[in-house]
């Protein structure tokens, strides 16, 4: 089954069990096809999609859907980040003469600016911004006037994909919501100063976004910057923003400003970054500027050392990364954060210091992680909240489901990316803050026992699911939870800071990948890719996301009474309950550590 952003709800994601059978790919056509429709016909050809000698935009990645591309103009370079995106239609809707020379697919294949530039879609997209900023009615000083003067988080829209690309036409169009989410930096220290201790609170200076000066779009949110008046101009830095949900962003904002410094916690804001609105006058925060680590994450790391790039990875880093990463995890189980609900590999900095690559955590949103790195006890309740708040599923799903959270919890509500923030205590996710405190402490052991996994096996993703998320990952005949390279003490400590993973089960997802293909797994195994077909891709997911969501509403309808049913018929709490606290994964850690290395000092004397 070839990859398409229809997969992600009709097989990656929970409303795969309420999702009519995707239409199949059509065939190619057993008679000649007639002249009109040949794509020998020069009319059906794409004039060039070679990259443009003199380019005067840039692209700089897209998100996995590959409908959405982040692209800047050189007059937007070295001046106040917009987050003016551009988008095109779904490949589905792409002109079918021209998905199989575009590759419309293959944006979900790629990550990295490079690679994503490189795609025939990509350039396709920058030939048609070309065509449209020469073209356009005002000259390029009044087009930059125009851009310039756009709310943040506007778009540039393309309304079709086609042969004919002076059929194609394109919108600049303002979207107010963004700047309309925002709140002064009054009004967040007024909401924030109640529950505050005032001898902690540290309130970074204020720059205007016209200080802000962009240099490269790394992430939908994050994008590297220099700041006009700083000392050492051209210093890197990194700015954050949303361009939807400002509430996870102000969340973020107080939790670092809150949190006491750590060695391996990204450090306190620089700068917060606010911006007048364009409709009304307010000044808004924006966003903030932090630190630029440039050596990259854990995951690059993993994946290089791999591959024998940089060396190979020594015993010696990866215990000092274990202690740093479950350190930081102690040390914001105890601050005013009270957990972390993200841990996976490229959300671990690394930081080059003297005496080499050390750990630091980033992004403390708060929203949860993702499917393939949360425990049970997390991901049941995200699993149904999903579904309840999800338009790809018919009305009477989302109201069933509806019924269900609101029978264990009378005001939940479904999730919208319009909700202002209001500034909770613990964040916006219900799955996470309805655990007790030790209950989440253990949900973080889970997950950091899959990244210790990946740690010291010295891979790149844990490749245990297929989600829309890890897509991008590198493959590998690996995964989780075989162990190949991880010291024999370590083994044991990761299967019970693990406890409750389906996969020590024998339960893994419906659905495989290899290469760019899914394939359901118990065909594949038996039979190989000839023997599946997409539409069997589709109803092993289909039969898989009904059984993990009539587990979920078990494990829900019960969960007051502490005896949810989950793997095995085991409960939930019990499968938790085997899973040891933080500061006993750091003494479990160092004691390995020291254990191995007295045993080779032991070698050495010996020999």
């Known amino acids: ?29 057993s008679s000649p096809t007639p002249w009109e429709g040949s794509p020998l016909n020069p009319k059906n050809r794409i004039d060039s999609l070679t990259a443009v000698l003199a380019p005067t935009w840039r692209l700089d990645g897209g998100e996995m859907d590959g409908t959405r591309f982040f692209v800047t103009p050189s007059f937007a370079l070295n001046r106040s980040p917009l987050r003016i995106d551009v988008h095109i239609p779904t490949p589905a809707e792409h002109a079918p003469e021209v998905r199989g020379i575009l590759k419309s697919h293959a944006a979900m294949l790629v990550d990295g600016s490079s690679q994503l530039a490189h795609l025939p879609i990509a350039q396709l997209v920058l030939r048609i911004l070309e065509r449209w900023s020469s073209s356009h009615s005002n000259t390029t000083a009044q087009l930059a006037e125009l851009y310039h003067g756009m ?50 609170w540290w309130w970074p200076e204020e720059r205007d976004l016209s200080c802000v000066q962009l240099q490269r779009q790394l992430h939908d949110a994050i994008a590297l910057v220099t700041m006009a008046g700083h000392h050492g101009g051209d210093e890197p830095f990194v ?15 107080k939790l670092l400003l809150r949190m006491a410094p750590h060695a391996n ?22 966003g903030f500027v932090l630190r630029y680590y440039a050596a990259g994450t854990l995951q690059q790391t ?44 490229n959300n671990i900095i690394m930081d080059e210091r003297a005496d080499g690559l050390h750990a630091v955590v980033v992004d403390f949103e708060q929203r949860g992680g993702w499917y393939s790195w949360s425990p049970p006890e997390v991901y049941y309740t995200e699993y149904l909240e999903h579904v309840a708040s999800s338009p790809h599923v018919p009305e009477k799903t989302r109201e069933k489901y509806t019924a269900v959270l609101r029978k264990w919890r009378p005001d939940w509500a479904p999730k919208s990316r319009s909700v202002r923030y209001w500034n909770p205590e ?69 299967r019970r800071y693990t406890s409750g993973a389906p996969e020590w089960e024998g339960r893994y997802p419906a659905i495989v990948r290899r290469g760019n293909k899914l394939f359901p797994r118990e065909r594949y195994e038996k039979f190989g890719a000839a023997g599946c077909t997409a539409f069997e891709a589709q109803e092993a997911a289909r039969q898989w996301w009904k059984q993990e969501l009539a587990d979920a509403e078990r494990f829900l309808e019960n969960r007051s009474s502490k005896c949810a049913e989950g793997l095995g018929g085991r409960s939930i709490t019990a499968l938790q309950d085997g899973r040891p606290l933080l500061k006993d994964v750091l003494r479990d850690v160092q004691g390995v550590e020291q254990e191995m290395l007295t045993s080779t000092q032991n070698r050495g004397i010996v020999n």
Not at 12 to 29: D, I, K, N, Q, R
Not at 336 to 344: E, H, L, N
Request: hydrophobic share 40%.
């Open 1 to 29: 089954m070839e990859p398409t952003p229809d997969m992600f709800h009709a097989i990656m994601y929970p409303t795969a069990a309420f999702t009519p059978t995707l239409a199949p790919e059509p065939s190619p056509p």
């Open 302 to 345: 993993l994946a290089t050392r791999s591959r024998g790039g940089g060396g190979s990875l020594a015993l010696e880093e990866q215990f000092r990364w274990a202690r740093e990463v479950t350190g930081a995890l102690l040390h914001i189980r105890e601050s005013p954060a009270g957990f972390y609900s993200d841990v996976k590999l």
């Open 265 to 286: 916690v990204v450090a306190r804001p620089l700068y917060i970054v606010t911006k007048r609105c364009r409709f009304g006058g307010k000044v808004g925060v924006c």
């Open 426 to 494: 613990f964040g916006f996710s219900v799955a996470w803050t309805s655990l007790t405190e030790p209950e989440r402490e253990r949900a973080m052991v889970f997950m950091l026992g899959k990244l210790l996994w990946c740690l010291f096996e010295g891979v790149g993703s844990i490749n245990a699911c297929v989600t829309p998320e890890t897509f991008r990952d590198e493959l590998s005949e690996q995964h989780f939870p075989e162990f190949r390279r991880t010291p024999e003490a370590m083994r044991a400590c990761i």
């Open 151 to 200: 709310p943040f988080g506007s778009r540039i829209v393309i309304d079709r994909i086609c042969t004919d690309t002076e059929a194609i036409a394109v919108h600049l169009i303002p979207n107010y919501d963004v700047e309309q989410q925002w709140l002064s930096p009054d009004a967040l220290q007024r909401m924030w100063s109640a529950d505050v201790d005032c001898a902690a």
């Open 239 to 253: 700015f954050k923003a949303a361009t939807a949900d400002c509430k996870f962003l102000y969340h973020e904002l």
